[in-house]
């Protein structure tokens, strides 16, 4: 039976009308951010590798709300909106993609390698289960001043298949480091599904450990939000660390030059996903239905937002490309007057 | 002599392989369903089946080490790299393992491996995907490294790679996949490139570039600049970096007296460390001025298309670097 009032759609209940707009105005800025980046790709604006998070907004948009600024995330190289949701600017992570002297890491890291040492927004990682371990460092680091924030680490469903991840879980089971693993599980690594790479589930593939598990619909943002307001809490409190199977899909090809569909996935897979498993549309059918927003009000969201990626892009375009002195800045964080650092005889 | 790419001539050689011995097989990342990351194995699970053409999870330790335990057992892998810059974190398994387990099992057990995948920089991959391996791998004993430049060479060496008894690390490169070449037609017998065996891909009197693997289109381009300026360059492509042939490259500085060593990686204890030194200590009397090195700006590779620009080796700078060992300006 169809839910036809707010009463009925318990899950509504536990958020206010602003929070739930706000809740649409933030996934429609990740959307038509990562819109407007495969717009400019096209164009040759932005270079390289360049990984859509399209179709996984309600898992960045859930797992980092609740956190509060202090508290640290990092995750893989699909990272553009991990970053805003931390509260990275627009501009300065477009113009990162544009490899320009106003982006987030000054135009060094591009698309893969976004930062945010002020918002405690720890990159940006493109070796596969990399991150894995720096984010038990954070924990540990946590831990050891006696601090209260919590670290959360995304990694793909691939990178369960890494040894530093278990390696990684292992240390944080023993030194019960404040640290929340969430696999995005959007079901493949590139073209290959991970039923093909594991004997068993995701949600499977952190126990062992003695770090508790938990699986959740990461195309639901009032479930993913609710329940990491709630997990958040009882890492803070010393739970220990936590392992979360977010279940999503990916909308897009693996990178701006791999195929959405082919051999690995259908064009009915990808179809039936899209429309049925849209995080966006989802929010937006239950907030009509609960008559807690209506077409002009979305609306007026989406121009907001547009007008945000369009300044975003506007301030990438207008910064300039890196001088070329930086080439040797940020190698080593001081001059040594002592010993050579640098030996390709180039002058500087 | 038919003409085809750089990944069709490597393609050609697994299937020929493959074909001639059923103990080789090829395991990596989406190399089956896929067709590689590259398309390298294009065709070859239709050709071989999933016995031998397997898709591996993402756990470049656990695959390299499983290929070493194969090889031990007398098989024959070829693991391939995405690319080499994954394979950092699998150097144990090739470093500590395959690369001492002939010695330090006094010659009981050899390792026929072959891990193979694109090395250095493509197109603003950035610092954690744009960078020259081949100093990791060759800085062991126990390790061979091929580095071929030319389709013709992909071919005839990465047949003699898998043929051979050591672990061998073959080094292809992105930007290299689709450049075409002549390859001897395979009706026309077996085509194999014995490892150790340089190649003079241009001979010249004036000075030698040594060089290896895709830079060595590079040092092509900048021999025909100093062409028009009346300078005659050799190049000497390495191709293989151990076995090196020192003699190819002493026999050029005979002719020429001045080298300019090019190469795609960072300078320090580089690839062009190793042969300066040689050039020096076994031919110091014929060299008329200092070997000269081009290589990669000594930082990480930066994202910025402008950086990383000037963050590459190039034509220019090879064609500098020979008027410096000229004296020319
Ligand atoms: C160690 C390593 N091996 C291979 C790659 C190439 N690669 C990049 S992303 C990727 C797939 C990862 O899939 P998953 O972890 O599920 O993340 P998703 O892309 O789905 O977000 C692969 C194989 C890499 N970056 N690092
Ligand atoms: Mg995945």
Known sequence: ?348 | MPVITYRDALNQALAEEMERDDSVFLMGEEVAEYDGAYKVSKGLLEQFGERRIVDSPISELGFAGLGVGAAMVGLRPVIEFMTFNFSILALDQVINAAAKMYYMTGGQIPVPIVFRGPTGAALQLSAQHSQACETWYVHSPGIKLVTPGTPADAKGLLKASIRDNDPVAFMEGELLYNLKGEVPDPDDGDFVIPLGVADVKREGSDVTIVTHGKMVNEALRAAATLEKDGIEAEIVDLRTLRPLDVEAILRSVHKTNRAVYLEEGWPYVGIGSQIVSIIQEEAFDYLDAPVVRVTQADVPMPYAKNLEKIAKPDAARVVEACNRVLYRN
Not at chain 1, 148 to 176: I, P, R, T, Y
């Open chain 1, 1 to 348: 039976m169809a839910q036809t009032s707010q009463a009925m759609d318990k899950a509504l209940e536990r958020f206010s009308r602003e929070k739930l707009h706000a809740f649409m105005r933030e996934m429609l800025l990740y959307r038509r951010f990562e819109e407007k980046a495969e717009e400019a790709y096209a164009i040759g604006k932005i270079g390289g590798f360049c990984h859509l998070h399209i179709g996984q907004e309600a898992v960045a948009l859930g797992m980092i709300g609740p956190l509060r600024d202090d508290d640290y995330v990092i995750t893989a190289y699909r990272d553009h909106t991990q970053a805003l949701a931390k509260g990275m600017k627009p501009g300065p992570v477009m113009a990162e993609l544009y490899g320009r002297d106003g982006g987030a890491s000054r135009g060094k890291g591009g698309s893969m390698h976004i930062f945010g040492a002020k918002e405690r927004f720890m990159g940006g990682h493109g070796i596969v289960g990399g991150q894995v371990p720096l984010a038990a460092g954070f924990g540990w680091a946590i831990r050891y001043r006696e601090e209260d924030q919590v670290c959360v680490c995304f990694l793909g469903d691939a990178a369960v298949n890494q040894g530093a991840f278990h390696e990684a879980l292992n240390m944080s089971a023993v030194w019960k480091l404040p640290v929340i693993y969430v696999v995005e599980n959007n079901e493949y690594g590139m073209g290959t599904a991970f039923s093909r790479v594991s004997a068993l589930p995701v949600v499977e593939r952190g126990k062992g450990y003695g770090i508790p598990a938990h699986a959740v619909n990461g195309q639901d943002i009032l479930e993913t939000w609710a329940f990491m307001e709630d997990l958040v809490e009882e890492v803070r409190g010393g739970a220990g660390p936590q392992y979360v199977d977010a279940r999503t899909y990916r909308f897009k090809g693996h990178s701006m030059s791999d195929p959405v569909s082919g051999t690995y996935r259908s064009k009915e897979e990808v179809r039936e996903k899209t429309e049925g498993a849209d995080p966006i549309r989802l929010l937006r059918e239950r907030l009509f239905e609960a008559e807690l927003m209506d077409q002009d009000e979305l609306e007026a969201l989406d121009r907001e937002v547009r007008e945000i990626v369009d300044e975003a892009a506007e301030f990438a375009d207008a910064s300039p490309f890196p001088d070329a002195a930086e080439l040797y800045t940020h190698v080593y964080s001081e001059i040594n007057e002592h010993g050579r650092l640098f030996f390709d005889g180039r002058d500087r």
